[in-house]
């Protein structure tokens, strides 16, 4: 089901008690992600002051609950896409409608190396996420790819440094074994238990066998991220691109003077307009 459908079905629906509640009355966006320490938590609003009436706990919660960034069990690394929910928002006394739009950054030291966050456009007006939905998806999407940019090129530092010091473990760890598997055996020793030099200056036998797990397990890792730099050079092309079209696109729009004529003309007022909040959050963030 679409956003769009979800949204009409939701509103629909909505009973006379809920259609007397007391509309949000200024309009706010809401950054949030969900931590894996604290859980969902609101992390900024924008103006700052933005909600003050309004559980964004809660809120970021609800709206953080489903996985949508989840990876395929035993299936081969992803970048998930951003997805975008429409939904209806209230408690005891109000009620406020709010734009979704959920996006992934990657991190060397997340579970999964997924950071799942949400950018929310919170409004008591409904009519307004209708006829400007499309717009808001535009707009939102580009800061996406403006945050994802720049988080794929640490990604991908942070990788390349793994690589390096698991590396360096794993050639350690070789080498160990190597100087264990050198020296003599029970067998060589004429059913001698272990030789006296292997007992006090290297591995016993249950050492020896915890370090080649160790090994099996370093080496593994190091596959995993070459794995996972293979995935992320070809994902920085691709934002590469982007950033470059989207860069581009920004020169032209400051250029076009009827084109910010006509976007000036068609909001209403700096507190209700979506354009001007998501423009000024673009101006914050990129």
């Known amino acids: 089901m679409s956003a769009m459908a979800r949204f009409f079905r939701q509103t629909s629906n909505q009973s006379q008690e809920q259609r007397h509640l007391k509309p949000l009355e200024n309009d706010f966006v809401l950054i949030a992600e969900f931590s894996e320490q604290e859980g969902p938590k609101p992390l900024k609003t924008i103006p700052d002051d ?20 989840a990876q395929p069990k035993g299936g081969a690394f992803r970048f998930s896409p951003d997805t975008q929910v ?27 190396y997924v950071r799942p966050f949400s950018m929310t456009y919170v ?3 409904q009519s307004k996420l209708m006829m400007n939905f499309g717009e808001m998806m535009k707009q939102f999407q580009r800061v996406s790819e403006s945050f994802r940019f720049s988080n794929m090129r640490v ?13 360096q473990n794993r050639d350690k760890l070789q080498r160990l074994l190597a100087a264990e598997e050198e020296k003599p055996s029970e ?7 272990v030789s006296k030099s292997s007992w006090d200056n290297g591995f016993g036998r249950s050492e020896l066998s915890e370090a080649r797990m160790a090994f099996d397990q370093v080496d593994g890792l190091v596959s995993e991220v070459e794995q996972l730099l293979e995935c992320v050079a070809a994902e920085l092309e691709k934002e590469k691109v982007k950033e470059g079209l989207r860069r ?8 076009s003077t009827s084109e910010q004529t006509l976007a000036v003309n068609s909001m209403d007022a700096a507190s209700s307009s979506p354009f001007l909040v998501t423009s000024f959050f673009c101006t914050l963030f990129l």
């Open 123 to 125: 409004t008591g007006d």
């Open 155 to 167: 990604f991908h530092r942070d990788l390349l440094a793994r690589r390096t010091a698991l590396r």
């Open 248 to 255: 581009l696109d920004s020169k032209m729009a400051e250029t």
């Open 187 to 193: 067998d060589e020793n004429d059913g001698a238990n």
């Open 50 to 69: 933005g909600g003050s009436d309004f559980d964004k706990n809660m809120f970021s919660v609800r709206i953080m609950a489903v996985d949508y960034q």
């Open 86 to 112: 429409v939904q209806t928002e209230e408690d005891d006394h109000i009620q406020a409608h709010a734009y979704v739009h959920h996006f992934t950054l990657y991190d060397v030291n997340a579970r999964g």
